[in-house]
Nanobody, 126 residues
Framework: QVQLVESGGGLVQAGGSLRLSCAASGRTLSSYRMGWFRQAPGKDREFVATISRYGETTAYADSVKGRFTISRDNAKSTVSLQMNSLKPEDTAVYYC???????????????????WGQGTQVTVSS
């Protein structure tokens, strides 16, 4: 099990930017594919972005593609989500998640992600 703690959430105006960070501990981060998910009030948790173990590949939800960038620094055991051109519909609690790299199947859903952070609130006004 890897422990994950998100930070960097807050209130930002539409069109603004925010950078989320996920700090990992307890395991070597490179053992995991990492993902960001979000959940708005009354809605299901949805996929935002994912990055492979060493950052070779990334994938994004259509709703954030071109605006968000996921990255990782295995030496620092951190994963980041740079969010630009934020929209009110981006408002949600954002979660960092870890997935064993050998697990087969789709990586753009919550299924298969073993460990989760507590979440950080992102609110986009206007």
């Amino acid at each position: 099990q890897v422990q994950l703690v998100e930070s960097g959430g807050g209130l930002v105006q539409a069109g603004g930017s925010l950078r989320l960070s996920c700090a990992a501990s307890g395991r070597t981060l490179s053992s995991y594919r990492m993902g960001w998910f979000r959940q708005a009030p009354g809605k299901d948790r949805e996929f935002v972005a994912t990055i492979s173990r060493y950052g070779e590949t990334t994938a994004y939800a259509d709703s954030v593609k071109g605006r968000f960038t996921i990255s990782r620094d295995n030496a620092k055991s951190t994963v980041s989500l740079q969010m630009n051109s934020l929209k009110p519909e981006d408002t949600a609690v954002y979660y960092c998640a870890a997935r064993w790299s050998y697990i087969s199947g789709v990586v753009t859903t919550t299924v298969g992600y073993n460990d989760w952070g507590q979440g950080t609130q992102v609110t986009v006004s206007s």
